[in-house]
């Protein structure tokens, strides 16, 4: 304990520290690399790391000799040492950097454990976290994959820029032809107000904001701009370290989430959707009873494949189209039948429009979905009248909710349900009639794994039940399924 105040106090002692925006997260540095072969291959990695990042367009790197001579005074316990909060804050607050970069190496054999993570200026905000196991001890392949995690980083940073002068209606930024800026660019004006943390994963995902107002710039330079605010949309005047997003020539990220004012969602929607293509395969049957009993019941093996879509409209607001296509054959289970197999068919169509409730962004934390439309499910089969077998088909108004909850990263659990109101069956061969009632559900629970950025592997059980009910004489007749769906969903 003594070691580690004295160690705090050296590095408070040794520097002054100056007050900066905590909220500046373009402006980074990174923590001595540690490893398990005493420094063997970190100190490469680092260097490979520093050039890349010194080389971005992203990070304003904030490097500083003195601390890392102090910090390398404690190799013997330093990652001990970099995992401490007070220990960051204090680094931080020295070089001034609202993004500090900590990466720790584990080697055995031929294989390296890569773990990275981007702290706050506090210590403790997480604002990034990735780990690998890689096949390889070459601390430049090591750097290649550390360098695409921080590209990954650089676009979940919710601004492009950040005000660091004001001088009345204007107004200097840190970013110019850096990022691609030009005179007459428009600018957003937005105050950062609250930080959103996952329940789970303890990340900070998403960011609460207020807009400010808008402007255009009316100078650039390599690395800074000069722009005029146009109008204001609240009392409030800008300041310094308030974020500035830029529309035309830098694009905005897609996998940003900025909340700057009911009319400017437009400019933070950027992909169209997702699709999915699933391979099937379960169980199917289908049961007639009359007076409660007497059952009589046929089922057996299904085969097929299902396609799913979204087209976004905007991040909340969506519509769907579910296609499901499946052969079987069916033999008896129960009763007795004219015939012993019977070849089966089963298509599935819905066509949907929900809303998605987002409470911590569109990319993080759990989603809600509500969705309404339409559903048709044909069951086509050999008929035969005197068994009471035909062709069947169930449609009707679609109601439907689905919820998703992230587990770990980049693992979330879903579940949804939906059911037909007012459904109504139809024969090919008339041999019931028309119906009273037909209760259907179909209940689908799985996981979804992010493979890749825009790919996710998706694996889930469904139940479907539709079910038509007659009167006089009382009669029912049942279809049921159970399927196994697993696939891959592609955002495009």
């Keep these: 304990m003594r070691t580690f105040k004295t160690f705090i106090i050296t590095l408070i002692c040794t520097f002054s520290i100056k007050a900066y925006s905590e909220l500046d997260l373009r402006r980074c540095m990174l923590l001595p690399i540690t490893d398990s072969v005493g420094g063997g291959i970190s100190f490469k990695v680092f260097e490979e790391v520093e050039k890349y990042i010194k080389t971005s367009d992203w990070c304003y790197y904030k490097s500083n000799s003195e601390i890392l001579n102090i910090l390398g005074n404690y190799k013997k316990n330093l990652n001990t040492y970099l995992k401490n909060k007070n220990v960051v804050k204090v680094v931080a607050e020295k070089v001034q950097a609202g993004s500090v970069i900590r990466i720790d190496l584990k080697t055995e054999l031929k294989t390296t454990r890569v773990d990275l993570e981007v702290i706050g200026k506090n210590g403790s905000d997480l604002y990034f976290k990735e780990t690998t196991a890689l096949n390889s001890n070459d601390p430049y392949v ?96 800008i300041q310094l370290g308030d974020w500035v997003l830029v529309r035309k020539i830098k694009k905005i ?80 289970k129960e009763g007795s039948f004219s015939v012993e197999k019977f070849s089966l068919s089963r298509d599935v169509l819905k066509i949907k429009a929900g809303y998605r409730f987002l409470p911590l962004g569109f990319f993080y934390g759990p989603r809600v979905d509500g969705y309404i439309g339409y559903a048709s499910y044909g069951y086509g089969i050999d ?35 939906d059911f037909m109101l007012g459904s109504t069956y139809k024969e090919e061969v008339a041999i019931y009639g028309e119906d009273d009632s037909s209760p259907n559900f179909n209940l689908e629970f799985g996981g979804e794994y992010q493979y890749a950025p825009g790919i996710d592997f998706i694996s889930s059980i469904e139940f479907t039940s539709n079910k038509a009910k007659f009167e006089s004489p009382t009669r029912a007749a049942a279809f049921k399924n159970t399927d196994l769906k697993i696939g891959v969903k592609y955002t495009y």
């Design 142 to 237: 090591i750097a290649r994959t550390i360098s695409n995690w921080l590209d990954v980083y650089e676009k979940s940073i919710p601004y492009d820029a950040v005000i660091t002068g004001v001088l009345g209606h204007q107004f200097t930024i840190d970013s110019g032809r850096n990022i691609g800026m030009s005179v007459g660019d428009e600018l957003i004006i937005v105050r950062p107000k609250r930080k959103k943390k996952h329940p789970l994963l303890k990340e900070i995902v998403d960011w609460e904001t207020e807009k400010i107002g808008g402007g255009k710039t009316i100078n650039v330079n390599v690395s800074q701009s000069q722009g005029k605010i146009e109008q204001y949309d609240s009392k409030k005047k």
């Design 383 to 417: 008929s035969v009248a005197t068994d009471g077998v035909t062709d069947s088909s169930f449609k009707g108004l679609l109601l439907g909710a689905k919820g998703s909850m992230p587990i770990i990263n980049r693992l979330r659990l879903f579940l949804r349900l």
């Design 253 to 332: 990220n897609a996998d940003q989430d900025y909340k700057i004012g009911k009319d400017d969602d437009k400019y933070k929607f950027g992909k169209l959707g997702e699709i999915g293509f699933y391979p099937l395969i379960g169980s199917g049957s289908e049961s007639l009873t009359t007076n409660n009993s007497n059952l009589e019941k046929i089922g057996g093996l299904m085969y097929g494949a299902a396609i799913q879509g979204e087209l976004w409209a905007t991040r909340k607001y969506w519509v769907g189209l579910d296609i499901y296509k499946q052969f079987g054959s069916y033999k008896t």
